[in-house]
């Protein structure tokens, strides 16, 4: 009994200690995981033109798994300046320059906080895995689009492409010049230069939610996933890039009878197409 309870202490011990860093891990993730969110959106603004996290190489390196190849210090030394460290004969940056055909990757200037969530981002990434970790695509700048892009915003918005959770193609509404040539509906505003009047900053949430009277009642319970908003979001970005002077949208918004019906009776199809789909 004795050798029971001497030997039983240490055990019951080595069972607690554990625990207590485990309960402190437990109550710092909302921190952890907030800087790597913001980690997230610096890496897509600022670094994701030309790098991946476990994606593969692009114009630099694939940086799943950075911290864990190279140490901080160094790191910290090199994103603030790569040419300072390549022109100082650093033999990684020589190595590296020369892998990526003489790019120099430009200087960053980055806060310390900044830098910290990216770092907290990347672990995040690399303990996810490879290909765990795509940033949200809707994060990236709508004027970044590749012309890939562009197009597939340009399919979706004029229903060649149907959207993932069906809802109605946005030309049922919206015109945007250029869009063919019977053009689009008139019920909701031209869109030509909403990107342009609206900003990234405003156009952004304005796809994620697609609210208001009439985008709310058909896009709650479908509403459009991050690629769609993305690509959606670059081909109107990319229409508010024409050079010619915005047409008045305001007087096709208010119609006459005619639009009215035409885009009532829009709106009765839309509507019944997801019990009419049940049935085919
Ligand atoms: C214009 C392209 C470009 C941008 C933007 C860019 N990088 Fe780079 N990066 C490179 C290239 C190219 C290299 C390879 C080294 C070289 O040639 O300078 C590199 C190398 C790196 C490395 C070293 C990787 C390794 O394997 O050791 C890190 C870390 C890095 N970049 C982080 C960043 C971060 C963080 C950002 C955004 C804040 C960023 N880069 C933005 C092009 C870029
Ligand atoms: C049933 C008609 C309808 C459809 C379909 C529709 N919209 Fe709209 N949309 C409107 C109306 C009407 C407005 C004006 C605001 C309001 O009353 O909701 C609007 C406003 C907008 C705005 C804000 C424009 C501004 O200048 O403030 C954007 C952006 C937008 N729609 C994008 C889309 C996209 C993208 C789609 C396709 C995924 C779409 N809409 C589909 C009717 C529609």
Redesign the pocket.
Same mark, same amino acid.
Request: glycine share 16%; aromatic share 10%.
């Given at each position: 009994m004795r050798t029971r309870v001497l030997g039983g202490w240490p055990r019951q011990e080595r069972t607690l200690v554990p625990i207590i860093p485990l309960l402190a891990m437990l109550a710092a993730p909302s921190a952890l995981a907030q800087a790597s969110g913001q980690g997230a959106q610096l890496f897509t603004q600022r670094c994701a033109t030309c790098h991946s996290v476990g994606e593969g190489d692009r114009i630099g390196p694939d940086l799943h798994g950075v911290l864990e190849r190279r140490d901080e210090a160094w790191l910290t030394r090199f994103i603030k300046s790569p040419g300072a460290l390549i022109d100082a004969g650093d033999p990684v940056a020589g190595e590296l320059l020369a892998k990526f055909n003489g790019v120099r990757m430009p200087d960053q200037s980055l806060s310390d906080a900044e830098r910290a969530s990216l770092f907290a981002f990347f672990r995040e990434c690399t303990q996810k895995g490879k290909g765990g970790c795509k940033p949200s695509p809707a994060e990236k700048m709508g004027t970044d689009a590749t012309p890939e892009e562009i197009a597939r915003g340009r399919r979706?918005?004029d229903g060649t492409e149907p959207?993932t959770h069906g809802?109605?193609?946005?030309i +049922?509404?919206?015109d945007v010049r250029g869009l063919g040539i019977a053009g689009g +509906?008139t019920? +909701?505003?031209n869109?030509t230069f909403?990107f342009a009047?609206?900003g990234e900053k405003g156009?952004r949430p304005?796809?994620a939610k697609?609210?208001?009277?009439?985008? +709310?009642a058909?896009?709650a319970k479908a509403p459009?996933v991050e690629e769609e908003q993305y690509a959606?979001k670059a081909y109107?970005a990319d229409a508010s890039r024409d050079g010619s002077r915005p047409r008045a949208?305001r007087d096709f918004?208010y119609l006459g009878v005619v639009g009215l019906v035409a885009?009532l009776g829009?709106?009765g199809v839309?509507f019944t197409t997801p019990s009419e789909r049940g049935h085919s």
């Open positions: 979706l918005f959207l809802g109605a193609a946005c +049922g509404c919206h +509906g019920l +909701g505003p869109l909403a009047r609206m156009m304005a796809l697609l609210e208001g009277p009439m985008m +709310g058909l896009y459009l959606l109107l949208d918004f885009a829009f709106i839309v």
